[in-house]
């Protein structure tokens, strides 16, 4: 499976970015995308998440109630609305796949970089 982050850039404070991953490969036995970011000197982190099959969803207390992630199983894509925007939303941020039924994110894209200013 490739994954393919899109959708990165730099934002003021308040505002918001869409982000997309479209998956191609071995796509059929996907069990759930994610998103994860990274901040200068931080560990990664998980942001949210989705089951491919139920669509049901999955946020870290962070982003709870700004970021929205959705998908497309037809386009084999995710994506990640996010508003209200604040510079600790500042990071790399990660697409993630699991083939293995909720055990790993065994599949990583390339990051996309997101900067909120003040």
């Known amino acids: 499976v490739q994954l393919q982050a899109s959708g990165g850039g730099l934002v003021q404070a308040g505002g918001s970015l869409r982000l997309s991953c479209a998956a191609s490969g071995r796509t059929l036995n996907i069990y759930r995308m994610g998103w994860f970011r990274q901040a200068p000197g931080k560990e990664r982190e998980f942001v949210a998440q989705?089951?491919?099959?139920?669509?049901?969803?999955y946020y870290a207390d962070s982003v709870k109630g700004r970021f929205t992630i959705s998908g497309d199983n037809a386009k084999n894509t995710v994506y990640l609305q996010m508003n209200t925007l604040k510079p600790e939303d500042t990071a790399v941020y990660y697409c993630?796949?699991?083939?293995?039924?909720?055990?790993?994110?065994?599949?990583w894209g390339k990051g996309t970089q997101v900067t909120v200013s003040s």
């Open positions: 989705i089951s491919r099959n139920s669509g049901s969803t």
């Open positions: 993630a796949a699991d083939r293995s039924a909720g055990k790993i994110w065994d599949f």
